[in-house]
């Protein structure tokens, strides 16, 4: 059985690019005997690309075409937005839907990448979509964290118990629509292309999965508050092809 992968992710950022790699690599040497498994990375310019071609693996070269350096000067990344500008968002999704129409993929892969997920929700038949994060990022985050994000730095006056009890005290309404959780170029560039999905309120709803890998270390999550579609693999590396000796500490 022949089955078509789209890989797609922030191919600018190390983090991301290097963990749809070792996914590649993975599915192509793990593939069972009777699926042959086609895998496509979405670039819009990437320093990646090379490593990509030179494993086997496809590229699909989507618009808009990007100088690849990395997030901030691709993107313009901001604090509180991922895309810089509504403008470039919408160019984005739509360069992603053109790619999907052309590909048809049966799967779509992604990292923290909001524009595969909306772009595989509008083609007219939705397509199947795997998200890959390192953290859960999903409805129940603030439910579920073991501590409070270091971002938030008022609490860390606290100590752990007390700087939970706070968090753990102000409403979910709240939490969720912080600035940066929003994501606002990314959601109003959806909705201008006509969006017709459940309403998207921050970047949980932008990254909705049918499955959902969590690289992270399962020690540090009770499970059993997560869905049957929320699976945690531990974190993952770019293998080195270097026999180094790794220190014992880093182990």
């Known amino acids: 059985m022949k089955l078509n992968i789209v890989i797609s992710t922030a191919f600018q950022d190390a983090g991301d690019a290097t963990r749809a790699i070792e996914i590649a690599k993975a599915l192509k040497k793990y593939q069972p005997s009777d699926i042959d498994a086609r895998m496509i990375f979405i670039s819009h310019g990437s320093k990646f690309e090379q490593k990509v071609l030179d494993l086997g693996f496809e590229i699909y070269r989507a618009e808009p075409r990007l100088p690849g350096v990395g997030l901030y000067q691709d993107l313009g990344m901001t604090i509180t937005n991922l895309v810089g500008t509504e403008k470039l968002a919408e160019e984005m999704i739509k360069g992603e839907i053109e ?141 080195s092809k270097i026999n180094e000796t790794i220190d014992s500490e880093i182990l």
């Open 99 to 239: 790619a999907y129409k052309e590909i048809k993929p049966d799967v779509v892969l992604y990292g923290f990448w909001p524009m595969a997920s909306l772009a595989r929700r509008m083609i007219n038949k939705e397509i199947l979509g795997i998200c890959f994060v390192p953290l859960p990022l999903v409805s129940n985050f603030f439910d579920v964290l073991p501590d409070v994000p270091e971002q938030l730095k008022i609490f860390s006056i606290f100590s752990k118990p007390i700087r939970l009890w706070l968090f753990r005290h102000i409403p979910n309404f709240i939490k969720s629509r912080v600035t940066i959780l929003r994501q606002n170029n990314i959601r109003h560039a959806v909705y201008k292309l006509g969006w017709k999905g459940e309403k998207l309120v921050n970047t949980f709803d932008l990254l909705k999965a049918d499955l959902t890998i969590v690289n992270d270390l399962p020690d540090y999550y009770d499970q059993s508050k997560f869905s049957s579609n929320v699976k945690f693999t531990g974190p993952l590396f770019s293998i």
